[in-house]
Nanobody, 123 residues
Framework: QVQLVESGGGLVQAGGSLRLSCVGSGRTFSSYSMAWFRQVPGKGREFVLAISWEGFTYSADSVKGRFTIFRDNAKKTVYLQMKRLKPEDTAVYYC?????????????????WGQGTQVTVSS
């Protein structure tokens, strides 16, 4: 029933910035923890950033200091602000939501997933 739709992906040069958006349809969006994962061909889904329903955040070391997650509960939207992008950031980025109380890096803690949006960083 819960639907998540990502947008904002595209092509950007290394060092540039992008902002991804994820819009949710759930009536209890404010009670969900939210996260972003990414995946490239031949590799598993990789954790990026998460934010709890109370606003606590947790970041993967690979993006710490470059990426920021934030949410607007009135708009039922979570954002991923990506700065100083690197070619290795190229991936399909997925939005996820769940009722677990922490900002978790474990994909098993999330019940709902978007369809993904492509981010390509050129060198």
């Amino acid at each position: 029933q819960v639907q998540l739709v990502e947008s904002g992906g595209g092509l950007v040069q290394a060092g540039g910035s992008l902002r991804l958006s994820c819009v949710g349809s759930g009536r209890t969006f404010s009670s969900y923890s939210m996260a972003w994962f990414r995946q490239v061909p031949g590799k598993g889904r990789e954790f990026v950033l998460a934010i709890s329903w109370e606003g606590f955040t947790y970041s993967a070391d690979s993006v710490k200091g470059r990426f920021t997650i934030f949410r607007d509960n009135a708009k039922k939207t979570v954002y991923l602000q990506m700065k100083r992008l690197k070619p290795e950031d190229t991936a399909v980025y997925y939005c996820a939501a769940g009722t677990y109380y922490r900002a978790s890096s474990d994909s098993g803690r999330y019940d709902y997933w978007g369809q993904g949006t492509q981010v390509t960083v050129s060198s």
